[in-house]
């Protein structure tokens, strides 16, 4: 088996006992993956070995990467920090936004989205209230959920967090769960219909899962370490 084979082989392999552990469907979680810093090459024998989703963090590295990989069916993620002068090239290149915080980004991003469908987006969540990321706290999410549901080519999928580092499996999906939390009371709060949460690493894909991860973003144990 080659690489690309290999690493993907491994990564299915951890999803499936963690969805065997706590009864959950393994078709229900997509694998993203996290490219940042690696180039079109390696991610074509990640495509090629049947990946179908790739996150990507910086918009003009990203873009590169697709002109090189246009020939692949790919599902495009835009995983990193936005701002607010890039939307328009994002709501072009992308077909999935995590890590919107704020109402009037969703609202460049349907305005700009120049495809004939919706561009799809999830709010991202702070859960440590660390100033270092972006993300609204736990219990603003609702509202803004709601507000961006009113939005016209746009669609609201769920939410996205990174949390810090845990030690421990019990801590990771303490945070996880209130994630999970917090897109039901949403859903029921507000008449909402969001069924994505975008959480988990190759850290903590498992903790991540066990509270109903449906997108995990997995970097380093497919793509290998970052320089
Ligand atoms: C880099 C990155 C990941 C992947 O992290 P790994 O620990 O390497 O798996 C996931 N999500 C986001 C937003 C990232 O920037």
Redo the contacts with the bound molecule.
């Keep these: 088996m080659q690489l690309a084979e290999q690493r993907l082989t491994a990564i299915k392999q951890r999803i499936h006992n963690a969805c065997r552990d706590t009864g959950r469907e393994q078709s229900d979680v997509t694998i993203i993956g ?1 490219s ?1 810093t690696k180039d079109a090459q390696l991610i074509k024998s990640f495509g090629q070995a049947g990946l179908k989703d790739v ?1 990507e ?1 910086y918009l003009q590295e990203a873009i590169g990467k697709q002109q090189a990989l246009s020939t692949l069916p790919l599902n495009w993620h835009f ?2 920090s936005i701002q607010s002068n890039k939307t328009k090239l994002i709501a072009q290149h992308f077909d999935w936004v ?1 890590g919107v915080d704020r109402l009037k980004i969703a609202q460049r991003l349907a305005r700009q989205n120049n495809k004939s469908s919706p561009i799809k987006v999830l709010i991202q969540i702070n859960p440590d209230l660390e100033d270092s990321k972006a993300g609204v706290a736990l219990d603003t999410a609702a509202e803004l959920a709601d507000a961006m549901a009113q939005i016209d080519h746009l669609q609201i999928h769920g939410y996205m967090m ?1 949390p810090m580092p845990r030690d421990s499996e019990a801590e990771q999906r303490r945070v996880f769960a209130k994630a999970k939390k917090t897109l039901e009371t949403s859903n029921q709060r507000y008449g909402l219909n969001m069924r994505h949460l975008s959480m988990g ?3 903590d894909l498992e903790a991540a899962i066990a509270e109903g991860s449906t997108m995990v ?5 497919l793509f290998g370490t ?1 320089v």
């Design positions: 996290a940042k996150g963090n995983i990193g995590h990174i690493m190759s850290a973003r997995i970097g380093t144990d970052r």
